[in-house]
């Protein structure tokens, strides 16, 4: 059935139309100096800025720049990340080196967009301390760079000084989807597909609420239609992006459900397997669990974040599950699909954390047995309501924490290394490996990395290998 949503379609032509001028306009430029431009792009984050990363991409090769691998390029782009504290200082690092590079290249121009620059706090640092930026824009915006890189244009043609040029579009929120702009896929055989933007929970730790807005769910029928096409152009797999892909559907006309979704793309032909990527644990429904256990395609791996192991904290933080229900779930999915590789990510040292909440937490890793964790250090996000919390944790009882808990994460990983050591599995055939050329890197469907001798033309098919050795993190293979 197709569901009505809130696609823009008069936006999209509009985009589109500025494109074809830019595009002109880099046209006769090149016919003059013989010169290409060079774009380069640096993602920091999450799968969603990676995938907003093709579309800005795919945006600038058709107005007529080129990819380059260095920020030695006429157009340089940070997609930023603002999740942890950390991840803002490297932006700003980076935007000290690229300064000095502009001085010596007229003509650079440097956007930053991304989680980041919905911060008010971040663009007047950037406003103030790095005025050589050119074009600065949000997440809800990408489908309007071209639009952003021609107003930024027109400012420079009448001849306003640098000061004055620099083009600031922000948006506080939005739900509007602009769908079929132009896109840059990094592999012609895997595609990340997003089917819900923004996230509603506001777990009291997290800022991505307020950067990325309210849920917005795409249409069923604009994400089949996206893969098929996507299959025409030869994918095998997709990965469903969402920071709660158990929440689609929820704001459609009529409502759809993630199962539902689930279903009607296990009917395409031609897709081989299907992953996806967050699953909030509360809203993990038996359906959803029944869909899988059947499913020929989805792949046998599942990343669900529990944060901390603490039914006390888990409260604190919002998250709306227990311990115990969390370790209910794990069992029934384990029922469903006895080979799933669980992964999971915990934050250590948030607000008020005893030793015998941060126990649990160790408890429930032992329980689970997690073929690997993402661990982070609590970053306080101004702006959340664990920011204002006044038991915050000394950072050398939460780096004790951490260490702790890295070495139980160690134990689990090394527990779950080399459980399909001696069987013969399919793998999708991924790249040449990048230490030694003789080899050749792909994936499992558990998403266990294998490596083994074979043919470069063998990349993008599925084969079966035989998985010779475990190293822990991968396998030795042997093709058949
Ligand atoms: N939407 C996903 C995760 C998005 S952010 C989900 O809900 O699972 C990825 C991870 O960053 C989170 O799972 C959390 O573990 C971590 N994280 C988020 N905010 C954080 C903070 N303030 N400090 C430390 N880690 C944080
Ligand atoms: Fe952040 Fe929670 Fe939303 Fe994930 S579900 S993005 S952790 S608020
Ligand atoms: Fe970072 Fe934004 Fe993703 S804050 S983790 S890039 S949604």
Same mark, same amino acid.
Request: charged share 30%; glycine share 6%; net charge neutral.
């Given at each position: 059935?197709? =569901?009505?949503?809130?696609?823009?379609?008069?936006?999209?032509?509009?985009?589109?139309?500025? !494109?074809?001028?830019?595009?002109?306009?880099?046209?006769?430029?090149?016919?003059?100096?013989?010169?290409?431009?060079?774009?380069?792009? +640096?993602?920091?984050?999450?799968?969603?800025?990676?995938?907003?990363?093709?579309?800005?991409?795919?945006?600038?090769?058709?107005?007529?720049? !080129?990819?380059?691998?260095?920020?030695?390029?006429?157009?340089?782009?940070?997609?930023?990340?603002?999740?942890?504290?950390?991840?803002?200082?490297?932006?700003?690092?980076?935007?000290?080196?690229?300064?000095?590079?502009?001085?010596? #290249?007229?003509?650079? &121009?440097?956007?930053?967009?991304?989680?980041?620059?919905? +911060?008010?706090?971040?663009?007047?640092?950037?406003?103030?301390?790095?005025?050589?930026?050119?074009?600065?824009?949000?997440?809800?915006?990408?489908?309007?760079?071209?639009?952003?890189?021609?107003?930024?244009?027109?400012?420079?043609? @009448?001849?306003?000084?640098?000061?004055?040029?620099?083009?600031?579009?922000?948006?506080?929120?939005?739900?509007?989807?602009?769908?079929?702009? $132009?896109?840059?896929?990094?592999?012609?055989?895997?595609?990340?597909?997003?089917?819900?933007?923004?996230?509603?929970?506001?777990?009291?730790?997290?800022?991505?609420?307020?950067?990325?807005?309210?849920?917005?769910?795409?249409?069923?029928? *604009?994400?089949?239609?996206?893969?098929?096409?996507? @299959?025409? *152009?030869?994918? =095998?797999?997709?990965?469903? &992006?969402?920071?709660?892909?158990?929440?689609?559907?929820?704001?459609?006309?009529?409502?759809?459900?993630?199962?539902? &979704?689930?279903?009607?793309?296990?009917?395409?032909?031609?897709?081989?397997?299907?992953?996806?990527?967050?699953?909030? $644990?509360?809203?993990?429904?038996?359906?959803?669990?029944?869909?899988?256990?059947?499913?020929?395609?989805?792949?046998?791996?599942?990343?669900?974040?529990?944060?901390?192991?603490?039914?006390?904290?888990?409260?604190?933080?919002?998250?709306?599950?227990?311990? %115990?229900?969390?370790?209910?779930?794990?069992?029934?999915?384990?029922?469903?699909?006895?080979?799933?590789?669980?992964?999971?990510?915990?934050?250590?040292?948030?607000?008020?954390?005893?030793?015998?909440?941060?126990?649990?937490?160790?408890? @429930?890793?032992?329980?689970?047995?997690?073929?690997?964790?993402?661990?982070?250090?609590?970053?306080?996000?101004?702006?959340?309501?664990?920011?204002?919390?006044?038991?915050?944790?000394?950072?050398?009882?939460?780096?004790?924490?951490?260490?702790?808990?890295?070495? %139980?994460?160690?134990?689990?990983?090394? #527990?779950?290394?080399?459980? *399909?050591?001696?069987?013969?599995?399919?793998?999708?055939?991924?790249?040449?490996?990048?230490?030694? +050329?003789?080899?050749?890197?792909?994936?499992?469907?558990?998403?266990?990395?294998?490596?083994?001798?074979?043919?470069?033309?063998?990349?993008?098919?599925?084969?079966?290998?035989?998985?010779?050795?475990? =190293?822990?993190?991968?396998?030795?293979?042997?093709?058949?």
């Amino acid at each position: 059935m197709i =569901k009505t949503g809130n696609t823009n379609e008069f936006e999209a032509k509009k985009q589109l139309d500025i !494109i074809n001028e830019l595009k002109a306009r880099y046209d006769s430029e090149l016919n003059k100096s013989g010169v290409q431009k060079t774009y380069h792009i +640096e993602t920091f984050g999450c799968q969603m800025n990676s995938r907003d990363s093709e579309k800005i991409s795919g945006i600038l090769k058709q107005i007529g720049y !080129i990819e380059t691998d260095t920020e030695d390029a006429d157009f340089v782009l940070y997609n930023t990340c603002t999740v942890r504290e950390n991840a803002n200082n490297r932006v700003y690092g980076r935007l000290g080196y690229v300064g000095r590079l502009k001085k010596s #290249r007229p003509g650079m &121009l440097v956007a930053i967009c991304g989680c980041m620059m919905q +911060e008010t706090t971040a663009v007047e640092k950037i406003k103030n301390s790095y005025p050589f930026v050119d074009i600065i824009f949000g997440t809800h915006n990408i489908f309007k760079l071209a639009e952003l890189i021609k107003t930024r244009l027109d400012n420079e043609e @009448v001849g306003r000084k640098q000061s004055d040029r620099m083009v600031i579009d922000l948006w506080k929120d939005t739900d509007m989807i602009v769908e079929n702009l $132009p896109n840059d896929r990094k592999y012609p055989f895997k595609a990340g597909v997003n089917i819900i933007f923004g996230c509603n929970n506001y777990c009291s730790y997290c800022i991505v609420p307020y950067v990325r807005g309210r849920e917005r769910s795409r249409n069923i029928k *604009d994400i089949i239609d996206e893969i098929k096409s996507l @299959v025409d *152009d030869g994918v =095998k797999e997709v990965m469903l &992006l969402g920071q709660n892909v158990n929440s689609y559907g929820k704001n459609l006309n009529p409502k759809a459900s993630f199962a539902e &979704l689930l279903k009607e793309i296990e009917k395409i032909d031609g897709i081989k397997r299907i992953r996806f990527m967050t699953s909030h $644990p509360k809203d993990l429904s038996q359906e959803l669990i029944d869909v899988m256990g059947a499913s020929k395609k989805i792949c046998k791996h599942l990343h669900l974040p529990m944060q901390s192991g603490s039914t006390r904290l888990l409260k604190i933080m919002n998250r709306k599950y227990t311990k %115990e229900s969390y370790l209910d779930l794990v069992r029934r999915i384990k029922n469903a699909v006895p080979d799933i590789s669980l992964t999971t990510d915990i934050i250590v040292g948030f607000p008020g954390e005893t030793e015998e909440d941060f126990l649990e937490t160790l408890d @429930v890793v032992r329980k689970v047995g997690f073929d690997s964790a993402f661990t982070f250090l609590y970053s306080k996000r101004t702006g959340t309501p664990a920011a204002n919390m006044d038991n915050q944790i000394e950072d050398d009882v939460a780096k004790d924490r951490f260490d702790r808990l890295l070495s %139980e994460i160690q134990d689990s990983s090394a #527990r779950a290394a080399g459980r *399909d050591e001696h069987k013969v599995l399919e793998v999708l055939v991924e790249e040449v490996n990048s230490q030694n +050329e003789a080899l050749l890197t792909g994936r499992l469907s558990n998403n266990m990395l294998v490596h083994f001798e074979g043919d470069k033309s063998l990349i993008g098919e599925i084969i079966p290998v035989y998985l010779q050795e475990s =190293k822990g993190f991968y396998y030795i293979g042997r093709q058949l």
